[in-house]
């Protein structure tokens, strides 16, 4: 019979999965994140593993989700702190240096991305899909935002200055110098 986790042990030991989670797929991808090593890393048995998630698309699923809420979370307090178009910038730059410490965040359309997209459950995917959501809306939700552009244009260049990170090994400049001199610089272009 397996040994059994105090509370305090559960909490400890899916936090520390989490933990190992993200910096593995952050160093190998979600392909090369095995179950076997997160389990010797936390230093539990991989059938332990299965008391904390029911798969390893799970705990990706719930890594991914945890990572935007923070982040989101990180920006929306930011731009409710300046309330204009400067918070939306500081946000940014925020939520772009948050970006570059995971690359499970931006390499979305990646093989590996797309296995583990193809592995999850419909509510898993739901859970995606409204994490994605709801990182969009803190650049539009707070009643002193007021684009000047159309509101999916002015989106998509948000996500066009965060997918940057893709080429920051081939910029002949510092990638996060660059983005912010990007962002202080269209931000008057987006909002009022």
Avoid at 2 to 9: D, K, L, P, V
Avoid at 34 to 42: A, D, M, N, P, T
Avoid at 77 to 104: C, H, M, P, S, T
Avoid at 116 to 132: A, G, M, P, V, Y
Wanted: aromatic share 14%; net charge neutral.
């Amino acid at each position: 019979m397996g040994r059994s986790f105090t509370e305090r042990e559960k909490e400890t030991i899916r936090q520390s999965l989490q933990d190992a989670c993200k910096q593995n797929w952050t160093r190998y991808g979600y392909k090369k994140t095995s179950i076997e090593e997160l389990c010797r890393q936390v230093g539990i048995s991989k059938g332990a593993f299965y008391l904390f998630f029911e798969s390893k698309e799970a705990l990706f699923c719930e890594v991914l989700c945890q990572v935007q809420k923070q982040i989101c979370d990180g920006a929306a307090r930011i731009i409710a702190k300046y309330q204009d178009k400067r918070g939306v910038a500081e946000a940014l730059k925020y939520i772009y240096r948050e970006y570059d410490k995971y690359n499970f965040l931006y390499n979305a359309d990646s093989m590996d991305h797309t296995i583990l997209l193809h592995k999850l459950s419909e509510d898993q995917t739901q859970r995606l899909k409204e994490s994605e959501r709801m990182s969009q809306q803190i650049f539009y939700d707070a009643p002193w935002l007021k684009f000047r552009i159309e509101k999916d244009k002015a989106m998509a260049v948000i996500y066009a200055l965060i997918m940057n990170l893709k080429n920051k090994e081939i910029l002949p400049y510092d990638h996060t110098e660059t983005f912010d001199f990007m962002v202080d610089h269209l931000i008057g272009s987006l909002y009022e």
